[in-house]
């Protein structure tokens, strides 16, 4: 809304999942990254003091004999697409009170579960979603000891909460130029509803003399045109 310069991402939804980038800690510490993915569906569980196939490629195995030990975190990002106009309410599964998840929806904090765990299913609600228009999702999971189990459903207005499919699931990949590109943008053009004008003269005029007042003019959203 403002005229400047500025920066802009572009990028492809590919339909069929979410992003996700492990972590061999219980924290996201981006020096403990391990492995990455695209997710067809957040449903994931499993039980005893580590991972086996049940959970997806962000699990690669590569410790303790082809199984991942407790202590570990997972970030799964990308774009929900709604069939439907409405409500949505998103609902986090968890394992024991040793797990902790955050939700965000198109950048809300919908769910926060991580400094202390109040339910095994949090959830959180969203008014106003539009249908086929793209918002942005992101879930953090971190698991410490014991069974391990991390599930994103939604429920539209009052019906049941099921795992959001995979086709309503986006990914992205940056365009060509991106993640960041220089973009320059001008004023549109003068609006009088946003343009002004002052000085004496337009009240005010002597015979003989010249008369002078200043006009700002302004495009609709008030930037300044030079």
Do not use: H
């Not at 609902?91 to 809300?108: G, H, P, S, Y």
């Not at 918002?135 to 698991?143: A, C, G, H, N, P």
């Amino acid at each position: 809304e403002s005229a400047g310069t500025g920066t802009i991402s572009a990028c492809y939804l590919v339909s069929g999942g979410l992003f996700a980038t492990m972590y061999t800690d219980g924290d996201l510490t981006p020096s403990r990254q391990n492995a990455l993915s695209a997710d067809t569906t957040i449903d994931f569980s499993s039980t005893g003091d580590g991972l086996g196939a049940a959970w997806p490629a962000t699990m690669t195995p590569t410790v303790s004999g082809g199984r991942y030990l407790n202590d570990f975190s997972i970030r799964w990002e990308g774009y929900i697409e709604p069939p439907l106009s409405g409500t949505y309410t998103f609902q986090t599964e968890i394992a024991d009170n040793l797990d902790r998840v955050k939700l965000w929806v198109d950048n809300l904090l919908v769910v926060d579960q991580w400094a202390s765990l109040g339910t095994l299913s949090p959830a959180g609600t969203l008014n106003d979603l539009w249908a086929s228009d793209f918002y942005s999702v992101k879930l953090e999971y971190r698991e410490r000891l014991g069974n391990q189990s991390a599930v994103l459903k939604w429920g539209f207005n009052s019906q049941s909460a099921a795992v959001i499919p995979s086709g309503r699931l986006f990914f992205t990949f940056n365009s060509r130029g991106s993640p960041e590109t220089t973009l320059q943008a001008r004023p549109g053009v003068p609006s009088a509803s946003t343009s002004s004008s002052a000085g004496t003269s337009l009240s005010l005029q002597t015979a003989g003399l010249q008369a002078q007042f200043t006009l700002s003019a302004r495009d609709g959203l008030g930037n300044l045109r030079r």
